[in-house]
């Protein structure tokens, strides 16, 4: 089974309007932590925002916010108010096995985002 | 802070030939992954080093794939002889620990662009 899924190739969004992109997990390690990952056509892996699985609250990070559905097992990133360098890939990815003194990070096959003007 | 180094950026190459590549993490990073990105997918570990030793390598493919970390700093990971499925982006990342606490987010290189003829 993927560990991590996205099920959108590619999403649309007009500049200014919020948009979600879906990122579902299958984990039966009790320590996780979630990622969000955007990668523009320049190829650099940039970090947005992390999720624990036992933290109580969303995570936010300025426009991004992480809607975290534990029993769900979801962790939709929400961007608010799209701009046209929003304009990437987008990876969710799993951290597991934290209780084993090292990790691993596995990701999902991502979402392409465009944001028109 | 330096980010992490890579190189070289581009590479071509002809089926079975031997090609390596180099990666400096960020200063006192502990912890240094090499992943592997095929077009249209995400980033799958290859191999991941914790200091000098390899804590995981159980997606690397030993027959032809080979990775040193010297002196627990920089990094080579060689492919030899490399076949049509290895075009690839060849990325590089580092954190300080072992992605054990909070978000210790892994940091990312440039990534290296193989294209095997």
């Known amino acids: 089974a993927q560990k991590i899924t996205q099920t959108q190739p590619g999403m649309f969004v007009q500049e200014k309007e919020a948009v979600t992109l879906d990122c579902t997990y299958d984990t039966s390690d009790p320590s996780y932590g979630l990622f969000w990952y955007k990668q523009p056509s320049s190829g650099e892996m940039i970090f947005l925002i992390y999720q624990g699985s036992y933290d109580q609250q969303n995570a936010t990070e300025g426009r991004y916010s992480l809607n975290f559905q534990k029993a769900r097992k979801s962790a939709n990133l929400v961007i608010s108010a799209s701009q046209l360098g929003d304009s990437a890939m987008y990876f969710c990815?799993?951290?597991?096995?934290?209780?084993?003194?090292?990790?691993?990070?596995?990701f999902g096959k991502g979402t392409m985002l465009l944001v028109s003007p | 802070e330096a980010g992490v180094a890579q190189s070289p950026r581009y590479k071509i190459i002809e089926k079975r030939q031997s090609v390596a590549f180099w990666c400096n993490p960020i200063?006192?990073?502990?912890?240094l992954y090499w992943y592997q990105q095929i077009l249209g997918q995400g980033p799958k570990l290859l191999i991941q080093f914790q200091n000098n030793g390899v804590v995981d390598d159980s997606q690397l493919p030993k027959d032809r794939f080979s990775a040193e970390r010297l002196k627990g700093v920089d990094s080579t990971l060689k492919i030899q002889p490399a076949k049509l499925e290895d075009s690839a982006v060849y990325l590089c990342?580092?954190?300080?620990?072992?992605?054990?606490?909070?978000?210790?987010?892994?940091?990312f290189g440039p990534g290296t662009r193989l294209t095997v003829t």
């Open positions: 990815a799993m951290r597991e096995g934290q209780h084993t003194g090292y990790s691993t990070l596995t």
């Open positions: 200063s006192g990073h502990a912890t």
């Open positions: 990342a580092s954190n300080p620990r072992g992605g054990t606490s909070s978000v210790d987010e892994q940091y």
